[in-house]
């Protein structure tokens, strides 16, 4: 499909000004994608390591943090109850933690979701990854998704906040609107999926979202992304963070066939 993606920011930019969510830029922004990653630090400093399993076990944890300190990545992303463990554990890594907030369906109230934020912060936590309430989004109220995310950057306003839209769930012209009302509540990045949807990322919905927010704003594919051939799709679409289970294993694919440096290919 070939998508307008001019249309899809007009749309969306008229959507915020009607709601009196902030005045978006004067035209679409124009943000080149990052280059491809050229050695296993570069790699690794795109990756979100993730462990959110429902099922996961203590010893499970263990032996994933343990796996995390061996790549430099940018977070390992876990549930609450994990935060303290993880930030323990990874203390002089400069791997950070990652916390997920009001996973995975963001039908929480915006005031439990800021409480969760801060319980992260006070835990440990460098970053959060939280989940609108999606309903609201598809619903057209955007005032009440701009003050769910707001509740939870004025929690912790000290820390990465990255906004989980759950693309899959969603139209073009609603992952637009949804983008841009999170970039004008102060998300740092907008995050494609949770990985408990239908659906995970998608190049069409990482260049939907690159297209509409500011380059001040990152955009994180997260959800299937499960080879470096994917990985580099998402970066080519304009990915400044990739979420994913199988990090360390991509990371020492790639080091076993091109070592820590050089150009790296899927």
């Excluded at 057209?140 to 769910?148: S, T």
């Excluded at 001040?216 to 499960?226: F, L, M, N, P």
């Excluded at 990371?251 to 050089?262: A, D, K, M």
Aim: aromatic share 4%.
């Amino acid at each position: 499909m070939s998508l307008d993606l001019d249309a899809l920011w007009q749309k969306a930019s008229q959507a915020v000004e009607e709601n009196q969510l902030g005045q978006p830029p004067p035209g679409r922004p124009q943000v080149a994608a990052l280059p491809p990653p050229a050695t296993v630090f570069d790699l690794a400093q795109l990756i979100d390591e993730t462990l959110l399993r429902p099922d996961a076990t203590d010893q499970e944890m263990d032996a994933f943090l343990t796996r995390a300190r061996e790549f430099p990545f940018k977070t390992v992303c876990v549930h609450g109850r994990y935060v303290a463990r993880a930030a323990d554990t990874l203390l002089g890594s400069g791997v950070g933690v990652a916390c997920v907030i009001g996973f995975p369906h963001g039908a929480q109230a915006a005031s439990a979701k800021a409480a969760e934020a801060q319980l992260a912060e006070g835990a440990g936590a460098s970053e959060l990854d939280m989940v609108i309430p999606i309903g609201a989004l598809r619903s057209g109220r955007l005032d009440e998704l701009g003050e769910d995310i707001g509740a939870v950057r004025q929690a912790a306003p000290r820390l990465v906040l990255k906004v989980i839209l759950e693309t899959s769930l969603l139209s073009p012209e609603e992952m637009a609107t949804g983008a841009l009302t999170a970039a004008l509540a102060g998300a740092d990045l907008v995050k494609t999926s949770t990985g408990f949807a239908s659906g995970g990322a998608t190049v069409e919905s990482v260049r939907i979202l690159r297209a509409v927010v500011p380059a001040t704003v990152g955009v994180k594919a997260s959800g299937g992304v499960r080879s470096l051939a994917e990985l580099f799709a998402m970066v080519a679409a304009g990915a400044t963070r990739i979420g994913t289970s199988r990090g360390h294993a991509l990371l020492t694919e790639f080091r076993s066939h091109h070592g820590t440096s050089g150009l790296a290919r899927p």
